[in-house]
Protein backbone atom coordinates (compact mmCIF):
# COMPACT_ATOMS: atom_id res chain seq x y z
CA UNK A 1 0.00 0.00 0.00
CA UNK A 2 1.39 3.13 -0.82
CA UNK A 3 2.73 5.33 1.83
CA UNK A 4 0.59 8.06 3.14
CA UNK A 5 -2.83 6.07 2.73
CA UNK A 6 -2.61 3.93 5.26
CA UNK A 7 -6.23 5.27 7.37
CA UNK A 8 -8.70 2.19 7.41
CA UNK A 9 -6.36 -0.81 7.45
CA UNK A 10 -8.35 -3.53 8.25
CA UNK A 11 -5.85 -6.02 10.65
CA UNK A 12 -8.10 -7.64 13.01
CA UNK A 13 -8.67 -6.32 16.90
CA UNK A 14 -6.39 -3.48 17.68
CA UNK A 15 -4.18 -4.97 20.82
CA UNK A 16 -2.36 -1.91 21.27
CA UNK A 17 -2.05 -0.91 24.92
CA UNK A 18 -3.01 2.63 25.57
CA UNK A 19 -0.91 4.64 28.36
CA UNK A 20 -3.51 4.79 30.01
CA UNK A 21 -5.28 0.84 29.19
CA UNK A 22 -4.76 -1.77 31.36
CA UNK A 23 -2.87 -4.32 29.08
CA UNK A 24 -3.05 -5.10 25.95
CA UNK A 25 -5.01 -7.79 25.58
CA UNK A 26 -8.15 -5.10 27.18
CA UNK A 27 -10.82 -4.19 24.93
CA UNK A 28 -9.97 -3.51 21.20
CA UNK A 29 -9.29 0.90 21.70
CA UNK A 30 -10.91 0.38 17.70
CA UNK A 31 -14.22 -0.87 18.33
CA UNK A 32 -14.60 -1.85 14.73
CA UNK A 33 -11.20 -3.10 14.48
CA UNK A 34 -9.87 -0.80 12.41
CA UNK A 35 -6.51 0.78 12.97
CA UNK A 36 -5.47 4.39 11.62
CA UNK A 37 -2.37 4.86 12.28
CA UNK A 38 -0.86 8.33 12.91
CA UNK A 39 0.24 9.66 9.57
CA UNK A 40 3.42 10.81 11.34
CA UNK A 41 4.09 7.38 11.60
CA UNK A 42 2.59 5.93 8.01
CA UNK A 43 6.46 4.81 6.93
CA UNK A 44 6.26 2.33 9.87
CA UNK A 45 3.86 -0.39 7.83
CA UNK A 46 7.03 -1.14 5.79
CA UNK A 47 8.51 -4.12 5.30
CA UNK A 48 11.02 -4.69 7.81
CA UNK A 49 14.05 -4.77 5.79
CA UNK A 50 12.97 -1.62 4.51
CA UNK A 51 12.32 -0.47 7.88
CA UNK A 52 15.22 -1.41 9.49
CA UNK A 53 17.28 0.59 6.78
CA UNK A 54 15.35 3.84 7.37
CA UNK A 55 15.54 3.57 11.34
CA UNK A 56 18.98 4.15 10.72
CA UNK A 57 19.65 8.25 11.50
CA UNK A 58 16.01 8.28 12.97
CA UNK A 59 15.35 9.84 16.67
CA UNK A 60 14.07 7.75 19.28
CA UNK A 61 13.30 9.03 22.90
CA UNK A 62 11.93 7.24 26.38
CA UNK A 63 10.53 10.50 28.49
CA UNK A 64 13.43 12.61 26.60
CA UNK A 65 15.67 10.19 27.09
CA UNK A 66 17.60 8.80 23.43
CA UNK A 67 18.92 9.53 20.40
CA UNK A 68 19.82 8.97 16.94
CA UNK A 69 19.09 5.32 15.89
CA UNK A 70 22.67 3.56 14.42
CA UNK A 71 21.66 0.03 14.28
CA UNK A 72 18.89 -2.28 13.54
CA UNK A 73 17.91 -5.89 12.89
CA UNK A 74 15.03 -6.80 10.32
CA UNK A 75 12.79 -10.06 11.63
CA UNK A 76 10.04 -11.09 9.41
CA UNK A 77 6.88 -13.53 9.71
CA UNK A 78 8.53 -16.47 7.94
CA UNK A 79 11.84 -16.22 9.11
CA UNK A 80 12.89 -19.04 11.39
CA UNK A 81 15.28 -16.64 14.10
CA UNK A 82 11.81 -14.52 14.40
CA UNK A 83 9.45 -14.99 17.47
CA UNK A 84 6.44 -15.20 15.24
CA UNK A 85 7.82 -17.72 13.32
CA UNK A 86 5.72 -20.56 14.64
CA UNK A 87 2.38 -18.47 15.28
CA UNK A 88 1.02 -15.98 17.42
CA UNK A 89 1.81 -17.19 21.47
CA UNK A 90 1.12 -15.00 24.75
CA UNK A 91 4.66 -14.01 24.54
CA UNK A 92 4.70 -12.74 21.22
CA UNK A 93 1.06 -11.41 20.35
CA UNK A 94 2.01 -7.75 20.10
CA UNK A 95 4.18 -9.02 16.78
CA UNK A 96 0.99 -9.60 15.41
CA UNK A 97 -0.15 -6.13 15.19
CA UNK A 98 -1.14 -3.62 14.67
CA UNK A 99 1.82 -2.14 13.56
CA UNK A 100 3.30 1.25 15.06
CA UNK A 101 3.74 -0.33 18.57
CA UNK A 102 6.54 -1.42 20.73
CA UNK A 103 7.19 -5.40 21.28
CA UNK A 104 9.32 -5.60 24.19
CA UNK A 105 11.08 -8.70 25.44
CA UNK A 106 13.17 -9.89 27.70
CA UNK A 107 16.49 -11.64 26.53
CA UNK A 108 17.72 -15.08 28.23
CA UNK A 109 15.74 -13.70 31.40
CA UNK A 110 18.23 -10.81 31.54
CA UNK A 111 17.75 -7.98 29.60
CA UNK A 112 15.14 -6.34 27.76
CA UNK A 113 14.87 -5.85 24.01
CA UNK A 114 13.15 -3.34 22.10
CA UNK A 115 11.09 -3.85 18.32
CA UNK A 116 9.03 -1.53 16.00
CA UNK A 117 6.16 -3.63 14.97
CA UNK A 118 5.69 -3.08 11.18
CA UNK A 119 4.28 -4.34 8.12
CA UNK A 120 0.51 -3.79 7.97
CA UNK A 121 0.88 -6.77 5.00
CA UNK A 122 2.58 -9.09 6.95
CA UNK A 123 1.32 -9.81 10.80
CA UNK A 124 4.41 -10.71 13.37
CA UNK A 125 7.22 -8.65 11.63
CA UNK A 126 9.07 -6.32 13.80
CA UNK A 127 12.72 -4.33 13.74
CA UNK A 128 15.31 -4.78 16.85
CA UNK A 129 16.73 -1.28 17.53
CA UNK A 130 20.41 -3.11 18.36
CA UNK A 131 22.14 0.82 19.26
CA UNK A 132 21.67 4.35 19.30
CA UNK A 133 23.54 7.58 19.30
CA UNK A 134 22.96 8.86 23.00
CA UNK A 135 22.02 12.64 22.28
CA UNK A 136 19.05 13.21 25.42
CA UNK A 137 18.93 12.82 28.82
CA UNK A 138 22.74 11.29 28.75
CA UNK A 139 22.69 12.00 32.91
CA UNK A 140 19.67 9.80 33.13
CA UNK A 141 21.39 6.82 30.83
CA UNK A 142 24.64 7.32 32.74
CA UNK A 143 23.03 6.99 36.30
CA UNK A 144 20.86 3.95 34.74
CA UNK A 145 23.64 2.11 32.86
CA UNK A 146 26.76 3.36 35.63
CA UNK A 147 28.61 4.23 33.55
CA UNK A 148 29.26 7.83 31.72
CA UNK A 149 31.30 6.91 28.39
CA UNK A 150 28.80 7.55 25.54
CA UNK A 151 30.19 5.03 23.65
CA UNK A 152 28.92 2.47 26.50
CA UNK A 153 25.42 3.77 27.08
CA UNK A 154 23.39 2.12 24.38
CA UNK A 155 25.28 0.20 22.01
CA UNK A 156 23.58 -2.95 22.23
CA UNK A 157 19.76 -3.94 22.55
CA UNK A 158 20.08 -4.72 26.31
CA UNK A 159 22.04 -1.37 27.08
CA UNK A 160 20.20 0.71 25.07
CA UNK A 161 16.36 -0.48 26.91
CA UNK A 162 18.34 -0.18 30.61
CA UNK A 163 19.81 3.72 29.60
CA UNK A 164 16.45 4.37 28.60
CA UNK A 165 14.29 2.97 31.10
CA UNK A 166 12.61 0.12 28.83
CA UNK A 167 10.94 -3.05 30.26
CA UNK A 168 8.00 -4.72 29.79
CA UNK A 169 5.50 -1.77 30.87
CA UNK A 170 5.91 -0.35 27.16
CA UNK A 171 4.78 -3.69 25.85
CA UNK A 172 2.48 -3.07 23.39
CA UNK A 173 2.41 0.80 23.68
CA UNK A 174 1.55 2.59 20.04
CA UNK A 175 4.85 4.50 19.33
CA UNK A 176 3.36 8.07 18.07
CA UNK A 177 1.96 9.03 21.98
CA UNK A 178 4.03 9.56 25.17
CA UNK A 179 6.45 8.14 26.65
CA UNK A 180 7.88 8.06 22.80
CA UNK A 181 9.35 9.83 20.16
CA UNK A 182 10.13 8.91 16.96
CA UNK A 183 10.85 10.80 14.07
CA UNK A 184 12.53 9.79 10.39
CA UNK A 185 15.90 10.79 9.46
CA UNK A 186 16.07 14.06 8.15
CA UNK A 187 19.48 13.27 6.30
CA UNK A 188 20.42 10.51 4.16
CA UNK A 189 22.40 7.74 5.68
CA UNK A 190 25.27 5.56 4.08
CA UNK A 191 24.20 2.01 5.52
CA UNK A 192 26.64 -1.20 6.40
CA UNK A 193 25.11 -3.95 5.95
CA UNK A 194 25.77 -7.50 7.70
CA UNK A 195 23.95 -11.32 9.29
CA UNK A 196 22.23 -10.79 12.32
CA UNK A 197 23.97 -11.01 15.79
CA UNK A 198 23.28 -13.77 18.41
CA UNK A 199 21.20 -16.04 16.36
CA UNK A 200 21.49 -19.36 14.93
CA UNK A 201 19.11 -19.88 12.55
CA UNK A 202 18.02 -17.83 9.61
CA UNK A 203 21.94 -16.56 9.39
CA UNK A 204 21.96 -16.03 6.12
CA UNK A 205 19.99 -13.10 5.82
CA UNK A 206 21.80 -9.73 5.50
CA UNK A 207 19.27 -7.98 7.88
CA UNK A 208 21.65 -6.35 10.33
CA UNK A 209 22.21 -2.49 9.31
CA UNK A 210 24.09 0.28 10.97
CA UNK A 211 25.51 3.89 9.85
CA UNK A 212 29.11 3.69 8.36
CA UNK A 213 31.46 5.31 10.47
CA UNK A 214 29.14 5.22 13.92
CA UNK A 215 31.66 5.24 16.84
CA UNK A 216 28.07 3.75 18.79
CA UNK A 217 27.40 0.10 17.21
CA UNK A 218 27.52 -2.59 19.41
CA UNK A 219 29.41 -4.56 16.78
CA UNK A 220 31.26 -3.63 13.98
CA UNK A 221 30.22 -4.70 10.44
CA UNK A 222 32.89 -6.32 8.31
CA UNK A 223 32.22 -4.12 5.45
CA UNK A 224 35.06 -1.63 5.10
CA UNK A 225 34.25 1.74 6.86
CA UNK A 226 32.64 0.11 9.54
Request: proline share 9%; aromatic share 8%; glycine share 12%.
Amino acid sequence: MPAGRLSGIRIGPSRCQDADGPSPLATPIFPETVLNLSTDLHWLAADPVTLARNLVGATFTVDGVGGRIVETEAYRRDDPASHSFRGETPRNRTMFGPVGCAYVYRSYGIHWCFNVVCHEGEPGSAVLLRALEPTEGLERMAARRGTANPRLLCAGPGRLCQALGIDSSLDGRPLDRPPFRLEPANAAVRLLEGPRIGITKGVEAVWRFGEAGSPFLSRRFLSAGS
